[in-house]
């Protein structure tokens, strides 16, 4: 089998096209930088300019199933021209990969599409499942909503579309987690507003697990890519505190200043989304990490210095 992955040279698709590879798929990916372009026996890397509409068409050679990965990270400051970067990063793409799969012959039955559990609105006590309706109208909201209209024109070409509604991944190496942990690894740990707010959050295995898992199990459809156990602010905070030995004994950093340090991107922060992944549980999927403990448990382990 030949996968295509964009965004593969990011958090998650280095970890998934390791298990393509070990699965003995040939992996193709699509990337925006020349010097990450390699050509091995099962891993060939193809160039594209999403925001000039090019492609390199021969990454679609024996494919049929592509992972959308691609996608500006959220994580840098939201100027209004870096929010259309984020907006764009993620639709031009799809499109380009749409318009060019029109005007070819191939072999694509299979197209699954990274999206975010912040379509859901914040909320400190409604629980969001695969069948739950509500929309955020606020700018990540509106990312994820057209995000994911654009993976559904793909079944305009009777292609099978899937969408992985991802919570915030734990690595120890990358992403949101090492974040976290550095502050009360220094003994400046502290709960971010309220704390009350929810992190739906999912260990890196499992997030890769749950592509794995679709792309075997040819699964179409929405699927919240998030572990059973979502944890409050300062829960999280506190349970990081005791593996370390350390004590949280500051104040909650107050909503305004958070508002002030990072403005309108404080909303990854402040507010949260109680999600379940209630229709993946009702699949065969095995989580390795269901709840903090055991993620904590591989997250620190893995760390040098701990
Ligand atoms: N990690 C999380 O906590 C999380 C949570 C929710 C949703 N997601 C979504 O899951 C997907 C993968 O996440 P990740 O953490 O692995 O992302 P990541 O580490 O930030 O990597 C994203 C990849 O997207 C490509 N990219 C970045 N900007 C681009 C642009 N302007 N145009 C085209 N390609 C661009 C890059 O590939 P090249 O440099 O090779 O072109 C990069 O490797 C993303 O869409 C993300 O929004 C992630």
Redesign the pocket.
């Known amino acids: 089998m030949t996968i295509l992955i964009?965004?593969?040279?990011?958090?998650?698709?280095?970890a998934l096209t390791k298990v393509c590879l070990s699965r003995g798929f040939t992996v193709h990916?699509?990337?925006?930088?020349q010097n990450?372009v390699v050509t091995e026996e099962k891993k060939k890397g193809f160039l594209?300019n999403?925001?000039k509409n090019e492609i390199d068409v021969n990454a679609f050679n024996g494919v049929s199933t592509i992972v959308?990965?691609?996608?500006?990270?959220?994580?840098n400051r939201w100027t209004s021209a870096y929010k259309k970067?984020i907006l764009?990063?993620?639709i031009?793409?799809a499109q380009v990969i749409y318009d060019a799969l029109e005007a070819i012959e191939h072999n694509v039955v299979h197209f699954i599409s990274?999206?975010?559990?912040?379509i859901y609105p914040p909320s400190f006590t409604k629980l969001y499942t695969e069948s739950s309706t509500d929309v955020s109208d606020d700018f990540l909201g509106t990312v994820v909503t057209t995000?994911e209209k654009a993976a559904d024109t793909f079944s305009n070409l009777d292609i099978q579309v899937a969408k992985?509604?991802?919570?915030?991944?734990?690595?120890a190496e990358?992403?949101?987690y090492p974040k976290i942990e550095k502050p009360v690894k220094m003994n400046l740990g502290a709960a971010l507003g309220s704390g009350k707010q929810y992190l739906s959050w999912?260990h890196l295995d499992d997030?890769v697990g749950i592509y794995d898992y679709i792309i075997i199990n040819k699964l179409e459809g929405v699927y919240n890519?998030v572990a059973p156990t979502p944890i409050k602010n300062a829960t999280l905070t506190k349970k990081i505190a005791e593996r370390y030995h350390k004590k949280i004994w500051l104040p909650n950093v107050p909503s305004f200043v958070l508002n002030i340090a990072m403005g309108e991107m404080s909303t990854l922060v402040l507010d949260g989304q109680l999600v379940s992944p209630a229709k993946m549980q009702k699949t065969k999927y095995m989580f390795m990490h269901s709840n903090i403990d055991s993620a904590l448990n591989q997250l620190i382990s893995n760390k040098k210095d701990s």
């Open positions: 964009t965004g593969a040279t990011g958090l998650i698709g280095k990916y699509l990337t925006t930088r990450a594209w999403p925001s959308h990965l691609a996608g500006a990270t959220v994580a970067e764009e990063s993620r031009n793409t990274a999206s975010g559990v912040s995000w992985v509604r991802t919570g915030v991944v734990f690595s990358e992403g949101a999912i997030i890519g």
